[in-house]
Protein backbone atom coordinates (compact mmCIF):
# COMPACT_ATOMS: atom_id res chain seq x y z
CA UNK A 1 0.00 0.00 0.00
CA UNK A 2 1.64 3.48 -0.56
CA UNK A 3 0.49 6.50 0.86
CA UNK A 4 -0.82 9.46 -1.08
CA UNK A 5 -1.85 13.10 -0.51
CA UNK A 6 -5.07 14.13 -2.38
CA UNK A 7 -5.16 17.66 -3.99
CA UNK A 8 -7.13 19.96 -5.87
CA UNK A 9 -6.43 23.24 -8.92
CA UNK A 10 -8.42 25.49 -6.92
CA UNK A 11 -11.64 27.50 -8.97
CA UNK A 12 -10.89 30.15 -6.24
CA UNK A 13 -7.38 31.13 -7.01
CA UNK A 14 -5.76 28.89 -9.51
CA UNK A 15 -3.41 27.29 -6.81
CA UNK A 16 -2.86 23.73 -5.75
CA UNK A 17 -3.90 22.91 -2.54
CA UNK A 18 -4.55 19.87 -0.47
CA UNK A 19 -8.07 18.42 0.50
CA UNK A 20 -6.59 17.93 4.03
CA UNK A 21 -6.87 14.01 3.65
CA UNK A 22 -4.42 10.79 2.72
CA UNK A 23 -5.57 7.88 1.51
CA UNK A 24 -3.92 4.53 1.00
CA UNK A 25 -4.12 2.56 -2.28
CA UNK A 26 -2.96 -0.91 -3.49
CA UNK A 27 -2.10 -0.06 -7.03
CA UNK A 28 -1.56 3.50 -6.99
CA UNK A 29 0.69 5.73 -9.54
CA UNK A 30 4.35 5.66 -8.75
CA UNK A 31 3.79 9.41 -9.69
CA UNK A 32 1.64 12.50 -9.25
CA UNK A 33 -1.59 12.08 -11.45
CA UNK A 34 -5.09 13.22 -11.78
CA UNK A 35 -7.75 11.07 -10.28
CA UNK A 36 -9.37 10.88 -14.05
CA UNK A 37 -6.12 9.71 -15.47
CA UNK A 38 -6.03 6.63 -12.36
CA UNK A 39 -9.70 5.77 -12.48
CA UNK A 40 -10.39 5.70 -16.00
CA UNK A 41 -12.27 3.17 -16.22
CA UNK A 42 -14.83 5.32 -14.33
CA UNK A 43 -15.26 3.28 -11.13
CA UNK A 44 -13.13 5.73 -8.63
CA UNK A 45 -11.91 4.29 -5.03
CA UNK A 46 -14.51 4.73 -2.50
CA UNK A 47 -12.00 6.23 -0.19
CA UNK A 48 -11.18 8.69 -2.92
CA UNK A 49 -14.87 9.58 -3.50
CA UNK A 50 -15.31 10.35 -0.60
CA UNK A 51 -12.90 12.60 0.07
CA UNK A 52 -13.40 14.59 -3.13
CA UNK A 53 -17.14 14.46 -2.45
CA UNK A 54 -16.26 17.15 0.25
CA UNK A 55 -15.50 20.88 0.36
CA UNK A 56 -12.22 22.01 0.79
CA UNK A 57 -11.13 25.51 1.47
CA UNK A 58 -9.37 27.36 -0.31
CA UNK A 59 -6.39 29.00 1.60
CA UNK A 60 -5.60 31.88 -0.60
CA UNK A 61 -9.33 33.24 -0.04
CA UNK A 62 -10.73 31.81 3.01
CA UNK A 63 -13.63 30.49 0.92
CA UNK A 64 -15.08 26.92 0.63
CA UNK A 65 -14.64 25.92 -2.69
CA UNK A 66 -15.08 22.22 -4.43
CA UNK A 67 -13.91 20.60 -7.57
CA UNK A 68 -15.63 18.26 -9.39
CA UNK A 69 -13.28 17.88 -12.46
CA UNK A 70 -11.40 14.61 -11.85
CA UNK A 71 -8.75 15.56 -14.03
CA UNK A 72 -8.37 18.98 -11.87
CA UNK A 73 -7.85 16.49 -8.38
CA UNK A 74 -4.56 14.92 -8.05
CA UNK A 75 -3.02 11.78 -6.25
CA UNK A 76 0.82 12.61 -4.71
CA UNK A 77 2.49 9.59 -3.43
CA UNK A 78 4.09 10.67 -0.19
CA UNK A 79 7.91 9.01 0.87
CA UNK A 80 7.36 8.17 4.68
ZN1 LIG B 1 -7.47 28.53 -3.71
Redesign the pocket.
Known amino acids: MAKYSVRFK??????V?TMGHDVFLENGPASKSTIGDIFSAGVIDPEVAKIIRNKSM????GNL?SQQDIQQIFLIPMDD
Open positions: CDECGQHCITST
